[in-house]
């Protein structure tokens, strides 16, 4: 499986403080997505970094990949209560038909306490 | 508009029931997914449809039956579920069909079902 594992699981940090989150994938990738969901609502897209790119910046976010360890960060600075969510990373993989699929990963539980 | 509309957004049914989900885009985009997700999980992708025609089938059992009417529309049909299939059902889309790299999924917000 594409899936990818994130890390960690979960934290809680205090509002204003930075939060880093860790994506590890299996194979070769086009691009990795982050996305966001609000409890129990659907998901929000946050960034895409092709697999030629390193570091990419949106707002408060900003991405980092490298494909020589498979793996890309989240990090949201100074965050606020409103960023509590559970965020997920997607890689693209094979379907069963042969078709290009988006694969989630486990997600990482975010809190932000005020 | 920017929105992918999913009916109802909550479903209680009994496993003899037949029931059917509902999704709308008016975006223009060419693929529509169903995703099914339970509670502290990853979404799991069921169906892709591109240009209307279905392109994925994720081993899904026939107990779920996709429609994909126009290129707006995406149905998800329900008929004799099991307590194990409740969960939160996404549905989303993409500009572009299957095959496309770089493609960002916009989703509705949900139908979460329960299967008595």
Known sequence: SQQGEEDP????????????????YKTSINNLQWYRQNSGRGLVHLILIRSNEREKHSGRLRVTL????????????????????????ATDALGIQGAQKLVFGQGTRLTINP | DTEVT?????????????KSLKCEQHMGHRAMYWYKQKAKKPPELMFVYSYEKLSINESVPSRFSPECPNSSLLNLHLHALQPEDSALYLCASSQFGVGYTNEKLFFGSGTQLSVL
């Open chain 2, 6 to 18: 999913q009916t109802p957004k909550h479903l209680v049914m009994g496993m003899t029931n037949k």
């Open chain 1, 66 to 89: 490298d494909t020589s360890k498979k793996s890309s960060s989240l990090l949201i600075t100074a965050s606020r209560a409103a960023d509590t969510a559970s965020y997920f990373c």
């Open chain 1, 9 to 24: 699981q979960a934290l809680s940090i205090q509002e204003g403080e930075n939060a880093t989150m860790n994506c590890s």
